[in-house]
């Protein structure tokens, strides 16, 4: 009986042992396998720690250090914390991607407790193209101010770019701010780290020389695109090569007739594979005549494109909308004393644009304003497919130029019967393989050119038309010269995504597609409710205290009983 007890153990004994070494041996071989098959699971319900395989590839092909420097450190608030949590899980990811190409080093600008530095700190922060925040802290019944960064620097080589973490939104409160930044974060970063890493940029052109928006009225556009691309102003003026290395040209707002050799430029330039968005207003409306007088006309506007656009796929109505959804101004009701009295009241002439949300260049953005906008059609042509972007509200009325403008309009309320005829497309994107518009047009022997190398259809390329120029011009004072923000409304002080939909659409022309689907992903932040902390922070102090300690002495207490009633026995 002992001999075989002995044995037993001993048999045992080797079990154990193996068993050691076979979880050993598992263990060294998915190391090695995972050196060979990267891969990180991702069970967040929106997908957070999933980057969109544009940003991936963005990170896996860099060849030198990308260092970042993020000043959200120290004491913050709640939501700064969230926000600087959120970009160190980012750039973790960046980093495990990148094969360690992307380093980051978190900063508290306010360390120092000598105020004199911590002031040269901040203002070499400022000189670096960082805003601060200033914030208002309440701890207890003492409140205090603090100066936040919440920005990056982004270096490579020797090259540096600033990165505003904190997106500011007019009306919007401090945590819908955060969630958004939270949002946009992977854009920011990836965007930044294109635009240091990539020194070729596509070009972009303005066309100027038919009454097109000014360099002031698209200031904002210009300089949004110019962190992309190399933007120009051209004029087309008849000669060939005006539109030679071009990627893309905008035509923002003309309010003259094009010639024919300009169209002809424009038109050989497609079919190249030039990719155009086209900002034409059909109907002649202008705000600026009813500051000087309560009646103003909108007329059919002769630009000499209807049929090139036509030919094309796309027809735009000389008509304007009506719509419920939009902008509010203010009008003067009376008099207080010799001091007028104004309310806001719906302003039909300027709607506010739904995105088609299945759509990569409109979904997930705010409203677009417009002022005067007109109806347009998709019409079907061979090898050409199109999609809506843009659309009116359902509670429209059209009205067809040549029309009345008038603020009399809003004296009475609207009668909602009359705006039944939404919705109505106001933004059009077109792919596929256009006919040329001169097609049959040319005498032979300018076909025959070769010099010309005329061609009846393009090559694969895409276009947007839009029937407002004005979703492109900022706002502007004429007598400082300087502009506003693009989308930005005077009156309600709120920022309109007008700036984004112009960036999506160029992005889209110019096949920088995998910046519109990291810009449009979205998820939810699961932020802490600060008054509830404040008034059951000692309960739950007291639970997380007192339960771990209360279960291990009851653990114990019936370990102790059960090993006493079993060697008891």
Same mark, same amino acid.
């Given at each position: 009986?002992?001999?075989?007890?002995?044995?037993? *153990?001993?048999?045992?004994?080797? $079990?154990?042992?193996?068993?050691?070494?076979?979880?050993?041996?598992?263990?060294?071989?998915?190391?090695?396998?995972?050196?060979?098959?990267?891969?990180?699971?991702?069970?967040?319900?929106?997908?957070?720690?999933?980057?969109?395989?544009?940003?991936?590839?963005?990170?896996?092909?860099?060849?030198?250090?990308?260092?970042?420097?993020?000043?959200?450190?120290?004491?913050?608030?709640?939501?700064?914390?969230?926000?600087?949590?959120?970009?160190?899980?980012?750039?973790?990811?960046?980093?495990?991607?990148?094969?360690?190409?992307?380093?980051?080093? /978190?900063?508290?600008?306010?360390?120092?407790?000598?105020?004199?530095?911590?002031?040269?700190?901040?203002?070499?922060?400022?000189?670096?193209? $960082?805003?601060?925040?200033?914030?208002?802290?309440?701890?207890?019944?003492?409140?205090?101010?603090?100066?936040?960064?919440?920005?990056?620097?982004?270096?490579?080589?020797?090259?540096?770019?600033?990165?505003?973490?904190?997106? *500011?939104?007019?009306?919007?409160?401090?945590?819908?701010?955060?969630?958004?930044?939270?949002?946009?974060?992977?854009?920011?970063?990836?965007?930044?780290?294109?635009?240091?890493?990539?020194? +070729?940029?596509?070009?972009?052109?303005?066309?100027? &020389? #038919?009454?097109?928006?000014? !360099?002031? !009225?698209?200031?904002?556009?210009?300089?949004?695109?110019?962190?992309?691309?190399?933007?120009?102003?051209?004029?087309?003026?008849?000669?060939?090569?005006?539109?030679?290395?071009?990627?893309?040209?905008?035509?923002?707002?003309?309010? %003259?007739?094009?010639?024919?050799?300009?169209?002809?430029?424009?038109?050989?330039?497609?079919?190249? &594979?030039? =990719? @155009?968005?086209?900002?034409?207003?059909?109907?002649?409306?202008?705000?600026?005549?009813?500051?000087? *007088?309560?009646?103003?006309?909108?007329?059919?506007?002769? #630009?000499?494109?209807?049929?090139?656009?036509?030919?094309?796929?796309?027809?735009?109505?000389?008509?304007?909308?009506?719509?419920?959804?939009?902008?509010?101004?203010?009008?003067?009701?009376?008099?207080?004393?010799?001091?007028? =009295?104004?309310?806001?009241?719906?302003?039909?002439?300027?709607?506010?644009?739904?995105?088609?949300? +299945?759509?990569?260049?409109?979904?997930?953005?705010?409203?677009?304003?417009?002022?005067?906008?007109?109806?347009?059609?998709?019409?079907?042509?061979?090898?050409? =497919?199109?999609?809506?972007?843009?659309?009116?509200?359902?509670?429209?009325?059209?009205?067809?130029?040549?029309?009345?403008?008038?603020?009399?309009?809003?004296?009475?309320?609207?009668?909602? +019967?009359? /705006?039944?005829?939404?919705?109505?497309?106001?933004?059009?994107?077109?792919?596929?393989?256009?006919?040329?518009?001169?097609?049959?047009?040319?005498?032979?022997?300018?076909?025959?050119? !070769? *010099?010309?190398?005329?061609?009846?259809?393009? @090559? %694969?390329?895409?276009?947007?038309?839009?029937?407002?120029?004005?979703?492109?011009?900022?706002?502007?004072?004429? $007598?400082?010269?300087?502009?506003?923000?693009?989308?930005?409304?005077?009156?309600?002080?709120?920022?309109?995504?007008?700036?984004?939909?112009?960036?999506?659409?160029?992005?889209?022309?110019?096949?920088?597609?995998?910046? $519109?689907? @990291? =810009?449009?992903?979205? /998820?939810?932040?699961?932020?802490?409710?600060?008054?509830?902390?404040?008034?059951?922070?000692?309960?739950?102090?007291?639970?997380?205290?007192?339960?771990?300690?209360?279960?291990?002495?009851?653990?114990?207490?019936?370990?102790?009983?059960?090993?006493?009633?079993?060697? +008891?026995?």
């Amino acid at each position: 009986m002992v001999m075989k007890g002995k044995k037993g *153990s001993l048999s045992k004994k080797w $079990l154990d042992l193996g068993s050691l070494i076979f979880l050993l041996i598992a263990m060294v071989l998915v190391n090695i396998v995972g050196d060979y098959f990267f891969h990180r699971f991702d069970l967040t319900e929106e997908k957070r720690f999933t980057l969109s395989e544009s940003t991936t590839n963005g990170v896996q092909s860099l060849e030198d250090v990308v260092f970042v420097r993020i000043y959200l450190e120290g004491n913050l608030p709640t939501e700064f914390r969230e926000l600087s949590k959120a970009t160190r899980e980012l750039l973790d990811e960046f980093r495990a991607y990148s094969g360690d190409n992307i380093q980051y080093e /978190f900063i508290n600008p306010s360390i120092s407790n000598d105020e004199e530095e911590r002031v040269e700190v901040y203002k070499e922060l400022t000189r670096q193209g $960082l805003q601060y925040t200033n914030i208002r802290m309440q701890a207890g019944d003492k409140m205090s101010e603090q100066i936040i960064f919440p920005g990056a620097i982004v270096s490579y080589k020797d090259q540096e770019t600033p990165i505003q973490l904190l997106k *500011s939104t007019a009306g919007a409160t401090e945590q819908q701010m955060i969630t958004s930044s939270i949002q946009q974060l992977e854009y920011e970063f990836i965007s930044a780290i294109q635009k240091i890493t990539n020194p +070729e940029k596509k070009f972009i052109a303005f066309i100027e &020389g #038919h009454g097109e928006l000014s !360099e002031l !009225e698209t200031a904002d556009a210009q300089r949004a695109l110019a962190e992309f691309y190399e933007v120009k102003r051209i004029t087309i003026n008849k000669l060939l090569d005006a539109l030679y290395g071009f990627d893309a040209a905008i035509i923002a707002r003309p309010d %003259s007739a094009f010639s024919e050799q300009d169209k002809f430029i424009l038109d050989q330039f497609i079919m190249r &594979g030039g =990719r @155009v968005l086209w900002l034409i207003d059909p109907v002649f409306a202008r705000m600026d005549s009813l500051k000087t *007088s309560n009646l103003t006309m909108g007329l059919v506007l002769e #630009h000499n494109l209807e049929d090139q656009l036509f030919k094309y796929g796309v027809r735009l109505n000389n008509d304007l909308i009506l719509d419920i959804q939009c902008i509010s101004k203010p009008i003067v009701t009376g008099y207080i004393g010799n001091q007028p =009295r104004q309310e806001m009241f719906p302003w039909y002439y300027e709607p506010l644009l739904i995105g088609n949300e +299945e759509s990569p260049i409109s979904s997930n953005l705010d409203r677009i304003k417009t002022e005067f906008a007109s109806t347009m059609e998709a019409i079907e042509v061979d090898s050409v =497919r199109s999609s809506i972007l843009l659309t009116s509200s359902d509670q429209t009325r059209i009205v067809n130029a040549p029309t009345r403008i008038s603020f009399s309009i809003l004296r009475e309320p609207p009668k909602y +019967e009359l /705006f039944n005829s939404g919705p109505h497309a106001t933004a059009i994107l077109l792919e596929g393989k256009f006919p040329s518009v001169f097609k049959n047009r040319l005498p032979q022997k300018l076909i025959q050119d !070769e *010099s010309l190398q005329f061609m009846e259809r393009s @090559v %694969s390329t895409k276009m947007i038309v839009v029937s407002d120029g004005d979703i492109i011009r900022n706002p502007v004072s004429k $007598l400082e010269e300087k502009f506003f923000a693009l989308g930005y409304d005077r009156y309600t002080k709120k920022v309109y995504a007008n700036r984004e939909f112009i960036l999506n659409c160029v992005n889209y022309l110019c096949e920088d597609d995998g910046l $519109l689907s @990291v =810009r449009k992903k979205e /998820f939810k932040t699961r932020l802490l409710d600060q008054s509830r902390i404040d008034e059951e922070r000692y309960f739950w102090q007291t639970i997380n205290t007192a339960v771990p300690i209360g279960l291990v002495i009851v653990l114990g207490m019936v370990f102790f009983f059960w090993r006493k009633r079993r060697f +008891e026995k």
